[in-house]
């Protein structure tokens, strides 16, 4: 079993649509939890983090994330153009001298117009 | 501050020969993170430096993968003996130290090895 798993897609998503971008993980003491927006060529941009159960909305971003269940989701809202790009979750161990991130193999969202 | 700095950008080298990464991190961050991403997947950890330590390194890495970070300033990452299997995006990243930071990026340098 992968440490951190996602839907690889691609994901289509209409313009002004709601996208719903999924993670699993498999480590129980992970403790914090981020997303990063990667567009082609480039390095992966941080745009979320959530570290309690519930919800964090940030904009028009909205993580959810839900420890008994191992879940941690990205809900975008009125998805644009701009919003094409792989989605990366990553997972972290908040043990002191092991805190690196884990990523799963991202989600490709294509928004179409 | 500039954020993370990764050279060069792009290096192609041919089968065989040694490569050298340079990474300038956030000048606050004491942490620094080296991560190689391929096609169609996510950073793949290397390893990581609090200050000048060198913390942890990845099992997946061979023998021919060597980092520094002398006097916890900027990081170098050495390839020797490329193979065509090390063609991919190297990424450095730093944060402060602790639980619940997030990385931030450098451009990552892009290897072919032809």
């Known amino acids: 079993q992968k440490e951190v798993e996602q839907n690889s897609g691609p994901l289509s998503v209409p313009e002004g649509a709601i996208a719903s971008l999924n993670c699993t993980y498999s480590?129980?003491?992970?403790?914090?939890f981020f997303w990063y927006r990667q567009y082609s060529g480039k390095s992966p941009e941080l745009i979320m983090s959530?570290?309690?159960?519930g919800d964090k909305e940030d904009g028009r971003f909205t993580a959810q994330l839900n420890k008994a269940s191992q879940y941690v989701s990205l809900l975008i809202r009125d998805s644009q153009p701009s919003d094409s790009a792989t989605y990366l979750c990553?997972?972290?161990?908040?043990?002191?001298?092991?805190?690196?991130?884990?990523f799963g193999t991202g989600t490709r969202l294509t928004i179409i117009p | 501050d500039t954020g993370v700095s990764q050279d060069p950008r792009h290096k192609i080298t041919k089968r065989g020969q040694n490569v050298t990464f340079r990474c300038d991190p956030i000048s606050e961050h004491n942490r620094l993170y080296w991560y190689r991403q391929t096609l169609g997947q996510g950073p793949e950890f290397l390893t990581y430096f609090q200050n000048e330590a060198q913390l942890e390194k990845s099992r997946l890495l061979s023998d021919r993968f060597s980092a520094e970070r002398p006097k916890g300033s900027f990081s170098t990452l050495e390839i020797q003996r490329t193979e065509q299997g090390d063609s991919a995006m190297y990424l450095c990243?730093?944060?402060?130290?602790?639980?619940?930071?997030?990385?931030?990026f450098g451009s990552g340098t892009r290897l072919t090895v032809v």
């Open positions: 480590d129980r003491v992970s403790q914090s």
């Open positions: 990243a730093s944060s402060p130290t602790g639980a619940g930071y997030g990385y931030t």
């Open positions: 990553a997972v972290q161990i908040s043990n002191f001298g092991n805190e690196k991130l884990t």
């Open positions: 959530i570290y309690s159960n």
